[in-house]
């Protein structure tokens, strides 16, 4: 969101700075030895890339995180791993673990198409990759039928057991977790994480007596009914930075920042359901959306999901900036400014041919170059306002990032 070193978190908290130094470099001067690479295939198209420019490391920026996280949690000695796939999973950089212990598929959705394929079932067919013989993988029963088929053939092809877990019409004290998790979507997540816990518990040798007892203990269904209290207490304890996140500043308390980094038409569309819920009450305040859009993405299948908050809560302003804030490491230098600012113009284009400019209550649209200067402009705007102001931050999640660290707002 912030800091890269959140990309890599033991118990619940980012690794340290220094330790995040240590272990770049060990694993930074490792891929760098010429004669180390050499020795593994003298044909690895990464070894020639070094050879023939040895001051230069040329590796996918994810790759070499993927890399570092691995050493990290070897060198660390964690009991237990979670890696998140980063797009897919047959040929995720992630994907390299012969023998995972349990794996979970969470919503599938339309998504980096360029890649997965256009299709459901194309990327279903990818998500599924990342089941592995004679383990165990868990998804939720509301996927649509043909992913579900997709799962069941590559299950079946690689004998990994699948366990398609029920979704509860009621779910035990559901308003009290929705309202921590923030929206229903977090629910079905939170069955699915659940599970996967129980299962690695149950599979594992790693145990004390306590752990044994929490073994025999986990729950054997999503149904939540069942579930002991301190699988409660812990989803209740939960927080989850830059998804469903409310907050506000000392210095202007009465601006309201709902950020969600909500990217995909699914999401937004459930990201736009729990803002409206969480504002529905105060809808004569003004409301501001600021949104910028990931890359890669249908700019308008996106705002088309934003449809509901134009009918029940029409924004006064509509903010477009970039995905850039004035930290150095913050500059994406693989990207020209001009792409940038034409990006900022067609999404004006597309939001006022949906929502025209002639109605009554036509939204005021603003393009910033720089997440700094949308927040600067919100914040001089509203901060003498007498009513409270609701910010809905959405479209990617390196501007949810960019909002977090403007406003100085810690999340861990």
């Not at 691995?70 to 791993?81: C, G, P, S, W």
């Not at 996927?143 to 009621?170: G, Y």
Request: contains cysteine; negative net charge.
């Amino acid at each position: 969101m912030v800091e890269v070193r959140e990309r890599i978190q033991i118990n619940g908290a980012p690794i340290s700075k220094d330790i995040f130094s240590k272990y770049f470099f060990e694993v930074w001067n490792r891929i760098a030895s010429i004669e180390e690479l050499a020795t593994i295939d003298g044909d690895n198209a990464l070894t020639n890339r070094i050879v023939n420019n040895p001051k230069k490391v040329d590796i996918p920026y994810f790759g070499f995180l993927t890399l570092l996280a691995f050493h990290v949690f070897m060198k660390e000695n964690v009991n237990a791993a979670i890696f998140e796939v980063g797009i897919g999973g047959e040929f995720d950089l992630t994907n390299v673990i012969r023998n995972p212990i349990v794996c979970g598929i969470t919503s599938i959705g339309i998504d980096h198409t360029q890649i997965l394929g256009s299709k459901i079932q194309d990327i279903a067919l990818q998500k599924a990759g990342i089941m592995k013989k004679d383990s165990i993988a868990y998804t939720l029963d509301h996927q649509k039928e043909i992913v579900l088929d997709v799962f069941k053939k590559v299950a079946l092809e690689r004998t990994c057991k699948l366990v398609i877990l029920p979704t509860p019409n009621r779910f035990y004290n559901d308003e009290q977790l929705e309202a921590n998790l923030g929206g229903k979507h977090q629910i079905l997540n939170s069955i699915l994480a659940v599970n996967l816990v129980c299962e690695w518990v149950k599979r594992t040798s790693f145990f004390t007596k306590e752990d044994l007892c929490l073994a025999l203990n986990a729950p054997e269904s999503s149904t939540s009914d069942v579930w002991p209290e301190w699988v409660f207490k812990a989803l209740f304890a939960t927080k989850w930075p830059g998804r469903s996140h409310h907050f506000t500043t000392p210095e202007y308390p009465n601006i309201h920042w709902y950020l969600d980094g909500a990217h995909t038409a699914d999401s937004l569309t459930l990201c736009t359901d729990w803002f409206l819920k969480n504002t529905s009450h105060n809808s004569n305040n003004p409301c501001i959306l600021l949104f910028s859009l990931s890359c890669g993405r249908d700019k308008i299948s996106n705002l088309e999901s934003l449809a509901k908050l134009v009918k029940d809560y029409r924004p006064i302003d509509v903010i477009f900036c970039n995905k850039i804030s004035n930290r150095v490491d913050s500059v994406n230098n693989n990207v020209e400014s001009d792409p940038l600012l034409r990006e900022l113009d067609e999404l004006q284009e597309c939001w006022n041919q949906m929502y025209p400019v002639n109605q009554k209550d036509a939204s005021q649209v603003h393009k910033f170059n720089t997440i700094n200067s949308a927040v600067e402009f919100i914040n001089k705007k509203y901060a003498k306002s007498e009513t409270r102001a609701n910010i809905l931050v959405t479209g990617s999640l390196h501007l949810v990032g960019g909002v977090i660290d403007c406003t100085n707002t810690p999340i861990y």
